[in-house]
């Protein structure tokens, strides 16, 4: 544990991504490989089962420093990070010098507190904190709270992997992929040369992303050299049929199995060795359109799904890309040619695959007026693809874009504010807004971001001077500013006070030029969810 | 009456026994003022009092015109009915708690304080009174501020290691009190030449008048154009991050010294490389400590929140209130300011 807190200090002690990256390669080159697994792991985002709840940490916490809990409660509503609540509350003592190595943590200790009882779970946290040095105290509550976050991506590991071992970054992206398990031997094989059978197994090809399209359209050269497709609003998925398996993989790299029966069973049909990357929409065939994001959320949250929700909300894949076809990997081949074989692949195939039509256009500007029908055929926009373009790994500028209707809009007034986490901590970052009812504001959202660090540090004091009320660690403030928000999507709610429920709700602005008067009404937003 | 010894209002805290403000906000006819910071030390009153030790730092701050008397610590004097006196807080070179006996009673305001060692100022005096107002800027068991000298180990570690990747290493901290400490400490570890940014140059003087020992130091602005700072450490104060000035110090790694590093989070949402954690604050030990030594009966809280404080001590037995219970005072200061 001691080199792997080494690590952590470097990477948290430089803002320079190339040192982080440095620092890593050379942690992964020296360290012992049952260590090195565990913190490929760790770093790029993966997570322990929890064993242990908030509340025992507090008790626990409690116990060793004599602190009330509503002391312990406001400090780490000020630090933002219970690990590190935990670490600074501690008494200092001297560690008693043993070294636990990270793999041990990880596949021995920390698991082994969910075998306890929770007073037992209490006295052995306290017993751990006590032998350790605070740096690791902190290390240790965040294995176990949750993943590491200290400015490392996934695949910013990737390529510190890939300068370790002199390999391609595409292929280590491809190697970890789907749900790497971390062994001695699995950290091994990352550094092993290319084979010719990589792409074999249960392991899902790395995604290829698109990126928001920021400059003007016609930009982009020849229409003719693109395809148009409409963006979607489901869940972006991996579909493989090999061998005897059908493997549905979310573009989160976690397996859905069970979960969308109907697709595994219409895969069935599909030849062994084909991989196609689509999106799954809940769409009854008997309507012209997807049904909203909402009916799909209800499918997700379901491991196994009973009859009346398969009935009522049923599931189809939109296929948009073919990877592999008879075992062999496609993605080198111009998207034109992919396209092709997946049209042949699917052409007489049942209809719960479709293929993702193409818009046709002659000009841009023929685009600019389909994409304006984008809401009232529930997508969220258009997709712009070069028709050259390979299957490459993440999110690469250049050959895929994804072009979206503008957002919706609202003036809402702020109500409630809370402490954020991470590098937010300690501020009012977590803003609640509502809109008017007859006389009455009510909340309608929530959102994180969109301000600036200097209107964030003015917000945040005006906050703290204007606070009316206290509930726990949100306050709520004198109604007096106004924000513009946008949104993607809104609905009706039967969970939501308001009675809408609004989907990515973000800052655009902060209204200085408008008085809380106003703001929109909720009956606007009916009419929005409504329409 | 705590209120004849001291009433909040909005030119500042007043003494209405003896009339004369603390660190007042606006121009009054008298002022008492504890040390020479900016959110304290303000132009426009037509008199001040101050302690000795920070008469010429104050003079920097209140302009050549100001009228200015100074005061040995412990030395008495009469201000209406009162009579005063001022003792070290240990905060920055000439800072001074202010004690006022009046009415039949003694009033302590400590103004802002540490309990830590500082080679740069006297050290802070518990003074025995009835009622205390105490600062509370870090207001809350975490922080606790570690050893001064890991401290600067970490920060000649750091600074050998930008020498060894040949960049500068840019240390960011306050120009008055902070900046000084850190040239005292570090003159004991290394006799190198540290660099510094225009606005510390001539405070850093008044403290060498002042007797303060430190490192060698240069101005920036001194040294030959295209000077190449590689493997050099250089002083700034934070208003000069991301500022032109930082050209010259091109691939710097950047520090940031202050009570704030404590968090993580305070010190990534700055985007410092590195945060040290030397604060001219007391912290939560050092708080309960000063509000048990002066044995007052009744303690009045002041900055920011200070709400985790007062409950604290109150469930310690303590009467502890927030100064704002006495009438309400503009704070001087941003929820950050002060570290």
């Known amino acids: 544990m001691r080199r792997f807190a080494a690590l952590y200090d470097a990477l948290d002690r430089t803002a320079s991504t190339s040192a982080k990256r440095d620092a890593m390669a050379a942690y992964f080159a020296d360290a012992p490989a049952e260590d090195a697994a565990w913190a490929v792991y760790v770093l790029g985002g993966g997570k322990l089962k929890r064993t242990a709840t908030s509340t025992e940490l507090r008790t626990a916490l409690a116990a060793e420093t004599g602190y009330a809990d509503w002391l312990i409660d406001d400090s780490y509503a000020h630090v933002g990070d219970l690990a590190e609540t935990i670490a600074l509350m501690l008494p200092r003592r001297e560690a008693d010098g043993t070294d636990t190595p990270l793999h041990v943590w990880m596949e021995a200790r920390l698991p082994s507190l969910a075998r306890l009882e929770s007073t037992e779970r209490v006295e052995t946290l306290r017993d751990w904190w006590r032998a350790l040095p605070a740096a690791q105290v902190f290390l240790v509550n965040k294995l176990l709270t949750g993943s590491l976050r200290v400015g490392v991506s996934q695949r910013l590991v990737v390529q510190a992997i890939a300068q370790w071992t002199s390999l391609p970054t595409d292929l280590i992206a491809h190697r970890l992929s789907g749900t790497w398990k971390p062994s001695a031997d699995a950290f091994r094989a990352l550094a092993e040369p290319e084979r010719a059978d990589e792409h074999a197994g249960e392991r899902p090809y790395p995604f290829f992303l698109a990126s928001p399209l920021e400059h003007e359209v016609d930009t982009l050269g020849a229409v003719s050299d693109w395809l148009a497709e409409w963006k979607w609003d489901g869940i972006r998925a991996q579909l493989m049929r090999r061998g005897d398996e059908v493997i549905l993989w979310s573009r989160g790299e976690e397996r859905l199995d069970g979960r969308f029966p109907e697709l595994e069973t219409a895969a069935r049909t599909l030849p062994d060795g084909c991989v196609i990357d689509g999106e799954i929409l809940a769409w009854s065939l008997d309507e012209a359109h997807p049904l909203l994001f909402a009916a799909l959320q209800k499918r997700i949250g379901k491991l196994k799904p009973g009859p009346k929700l398969l009935a009522d909300t049923p599931v189809r894949l939109m296929a948009y890309d073919l990877l592999e076809l008879d075992g062999k990997d496609l993605r080198e081949a111009p998207l034109r040619e992919r396209r092709t074989r997946l049209a042949a692949l699917l052409d007489g195939h049942t209809t719960t695959f479709m293929l993702s039509p193409e818009v046709p256009a002659h000009a841009w500007a023929d685009l600019a007026a389909i994409r304006a029908e984008s809401r009232e055929r529930r997508t969220e926009g258009l997709m712009l693809k070069r028709l050259d373009s390979p299957y490459r790994v993440g999110r690469k500028r250049g050959d895929w874009w994804k072009w979206k209707v503008d957002p919706y809009t609202i003036d809402a007034v702020l109500l409630y504010a809370q402490p954020g986490h991470g590098r937010r901590s300690g501020l009012f970052t977590d803003y609640t807004f509502g809109v008017w009812d007859g006389e009455a504001l009510v909340p309608v959202a929530k959102a994180y971001s969109g301000l600036d660090d200097d209107e964030i540090g003015r917000l945040d004091r005006w906050i703290r001077a204007n606070t009316i009320d206290r509930f726990g660690p949100v306050r709520s403030v004198q109604p007096t500013h106004v924000f513009e928000l946008a949104f993607e999507a809104i609905q009706a709610s039967g969970r939501h006070k308001a009675g809408v429920a609004v989907r990515f709700p973000r800052i655009l602005r902060w209204r200085t030029d408008l008085a809380i008067r106003d703001a929109d009404k909720l009956d606007d937003l009916r009419r929005l969810a409504s329409g | ?339």
């Open chain 2, 1 to 339: 009456m705590d209120s004849d010894l001291l009433l909040p209002r909005p030119e500042g805290l007043y003494c209405p026994a003896g009339d004369f403000y603390i660190d007042p906000m606006l121009p009054v006819a008298r002022a008492v003022v504890t040390h020479a910071h900016g959110d304290h030390a303000r132009a426009g009153s037509a008199l001040y009092h101050v302690a000795s030790a920070g008469a010429a730092l104050m003079r920097e701050r209140l302009g050549a015109t100001a009228t200015i008397r100074a005061y040995d610590y412990g030395e008495r004097f009469t201000l209406g009915e009162t009579v005063l006196s001022l003792h070290p807080s240990g905060h920055v070179l000439g800072a001074a708690q202010v004690r006022i006996e009046g009415r039949g009673k003694v009033a302590v305001v400590s103004g802002d304080y540490k309990r830590d060692p500082d080679p740069t100022c006297a050290p802070f005096e518990p003074v025995p009174c009835d009622v205390f107002v105490t600062e509370s800027t870090f207001g809350l068991p975490i922080y606790r501020w570690p050893p001064m000298s890991e401290v600067i180990h970490d920060l000649m570690a750091w600074w050998a290691a930008c020498a060894e990747r040949g960049i500068p290493a840019v240390l960011f901290c306050y120009a008055l009190g902070k900046a000084q400490r850190i040239l005292a400490e570090l003159a004991t570890r290394t006799d190198r030449t540290v660099y510094l940014h225009g606005a510390m140059v001539r405070l850093v003087e008044d403290y060498r008048e002042a007797g303060v020992r430190m490192v060698m130091t240069e101005a920036v602005s001194e040294t030959a154009r295209g000077r190449d700072f590689a493997g050099e450490l250089i002083l700034a104060p934070p208003s000069a991050a991301g500022a032109p000035w930082m050209k010259r110090f091109s691939k710097a790694s950047t520090g940031f010294a202050s009570g704030w590093m404590q968090v993580r989070g305070a010190r990534r949402r700055r985007g410092y490389d590195r945060g040290f954690i030397v604060s001219d604050h007391a912290d939560w030990p050092g708080l309960i400590r000063s509000v048990e030594d002066c044995g007052a009966k009744r303690i009045y809280v002041t900055h920011g929140d200070g709400e985790a404080l007062i409950r604290y001590l109150r469930e310690r037995g303590h009467d502890a209130r927030s100064l704002r219970s006495l009438g309400a005072m503009p704070d001087a200061r941003a929820s950050e300011e002060g570290d």
